[in-house]
């Protein structure tokens, strides 16, 4: 069974940082894609950031140059490292994976395995 668990979230002020973590069990990133996605209050799933076995990442518009999403392989573990945070970026984020082979991976929810969830929140 494939399972992932989240990890990381806080709380923390505008401008701070926070890295999150992605642990994976059941799955060997050594093909597809993994994501990290979120969710804020009122508003629906939205994508991240992607990043592909090989390395390529795809990064939202809105985190563009403020987020980094990266993974270690040998661990199966995602990371996703939020600096200079808004409160914008306040939601519940998910990590998640597919075996897709797609030619880049999607910030869509088309993601077959899902981690919980892990809250994070920033104030001004």
């Known amino acids: 069974q494939v399972q992932l668990v989240e990890s990381g979230g806080g709380s923390v002020q505008a401008g701070g940082s926070l890295r999150l973590s992605c642990a994976v069990s059941?799955?060997?990133?050594?093909?597809?894609?993994m994501g990290w996605f979120r969710q804020a209050p009122g508003k629906g799933r939205e994508g991240v950031a992607s990043?592909?076995?090989?390395?390529?990442?795809t990064y939202a518009d809105s985190v563009e140059g403020r987020f980094t999403i990266s993974s270690d392989n040998a661990k199966n573990t995602l990371y996703l490292q939020m600096n200079s945070l808004k409160p914008e970026d306040t939601a519940m984020y998910y990590c998640?994976?597919?075996?897709?082979?797609?030619?880049?991976?999607?910030?869509?929810?088309?993601?077959?395995?899902w981690g919980q969830g892990t809250q994070v929140t920033v104030s001004s």
């Open positions: 998640a994976a597919d075996e897709g082979s797609w030619w880049r991976c999607p910030i869509t929810d088309r993601y077959n395995y």
């Open positions: 059941g799955y060997t990133f050594s093909s597809g894609c």
């Open positions: 990043i592909k076995y090989n390395g390529r990442t």
